[in-house]
């Protein structure tokens, strides 16, 4: 049974389509295939010899339409499966009339106009027409012309069992398939939102949230009243870095970003976020924390860095960083809008640019508050 699922729902490898149409098109006629065996073996038991021969035509048509599906023809498979399905139909109401119920599979034609190809809405929409003609030319041979002979009330309820299970099948094959499909592609689709959402927000390098990302999440912090104590940043510049890249390679350089990146990450964690400012410089959000807070925090940061060595091949490499605090005048009277949020974020990021440049000026390695 497993051989036989693999072969009924191997994959197409059209490049430009996915494999919605090939299932459908592919189950469709093997419904139908099994459709006229059993009206085969149902007229064969009555000696209906010329319709059996009918029926084994149909059964090779649409056994056809399968294999175009393996051969990466889907169009030519859909074409088979409608031209047979319209072929058949009239025979049958022109065999029997109205009674043998045939004329319901226009049905699953005016399903396959719309969830079997990939033609544009407008030839959908002609294509319906088709079918509604296909369906009123049906009509016409009921009201104008008697059947060749009457069906007898055994055999039409025989018809109507048969028939309404296999447009059940068929209508339910299709609706499932176009429903699995879209499910799939929207989950896909969201999924790819996801990463190119974080794709937007994260340093590539390091992963951390990067500029932009940062304002914008302090800024909804503030707004949504998160941070009652006040919210403090700090710019962090690391020492000497250029010395780094220009004395082990700038592989090295990015190995020391990343593992630098990672030990704020985690330390910042319990305080608020880590972020990749630019170059070798980071930002440092201290979230529902004053400037005396974020001043001990920020000196405990520097201490775990001052503590880490970057293992680079055959040599360790030591770093430090010189980290200026300021606080981000939160405590506005009245209402406060974004704007007035992102002024006071930018004087704040000015400020701490200010106060690392004297902890440059004194020596580096150091934090200034």
């Not at 009918?54 to 294999?67: D, G, H, K």
Request: a negative charge; one cysteine or more.
């Amino acid at each position: 049974m497993s051989k036989i699922s693999e072969l009924i729902w191997k994959d197409v490898t059209g490049e430009n389509e996915s494999n919605r149409v090939s299932f459908i098109v592919r189950i469709n006629s093997l419904v139908m295939c099994f459709y006229f065996m059993v009206f085969m073996a149902v007229f064969g038991i009555y000696g209906r010899l010329p319709i059996v021969g009918t029926c084994f035509l149909c059964f090779c048509a649409y056994a056809f339409s399968v294999y175009l599906t393996y051969k990466d023809h889907n169009g030519r498979a859909l074409i088979v499966y409608a031209a047979v399905t319209i072929i058949w139909m009239l025979r049958f109401v022109v065999q029997w009339g109205w009674e043998c119920s045939i004329q319901h599979f226009v049905f699953v034609l005016l399903l396959l106009v719309f969830v079997g190809n990939y033609a544009s809405e407008t030839v959908k929409f002609l294509m319906s027409f088709g079918v509604l003609g296909v369906r009123t030319l049906l009509y016409a041979i009921h009201v104008n012309f008697k059947p060749l002979e009457e069906i007898p009330y055994s055999i039409s309820l025989l018809f109507q069992i048969i028939n309404i299970l296999t447009i059940f099948c068929s209508m339910v094959v299709i609706l499932s398939i176009f429903s699995k499909d879209k499910m799939e592609t929207e989950a896909k689709l969201s999924s790819y939102n996801r990463k190119l959402k974080a794709m937007s927000e994260h340093d590539s390098l390091t992963k951390l949230p990067n500029r932009r990302s940062v304002i914008s999440g302090t800024i909804d912090n503030i707004m949504n009243g998160a941070c009652p104590n006040g919210v403090c940043i700090a710019i962090g510049d690391i020492d000497f870095f250029k010395n780094v890249n220009d004395t082990y390679g700038h592989e090295a350089g990015d190995e020391v970003l990343k593992q630098l990146a990672a030990v704020c990450s985690e330390y910042m964690e319990a305080h608020g976020v880590a972020a990749r400012w630019g170059g070798e410089e980071f930002m440092f959000v201290f979230n529902n924390e004053n400037l005396d807070q974020a001043g001990m925090a920020a000196n405990a940061l520097l201490s775990k860095i001052r503590a880490m060595t970057v293992k680079w091949k055959d040599v360790e490499i030591n770093v430090t960083m010189t980290i200026g605090v300021a606080d981000v005048n939160t405590f506005i009277s009245g209402s406060v809008t974004e704007e007035e949020i992102d002024d006071r974020f930018s004087e704040a990021v000015s400020a701490a640019d200010k106060k690392l440049y004297m902890g440059k000026a004194g020596g580096r390695n150091t934090v200034v508050v």
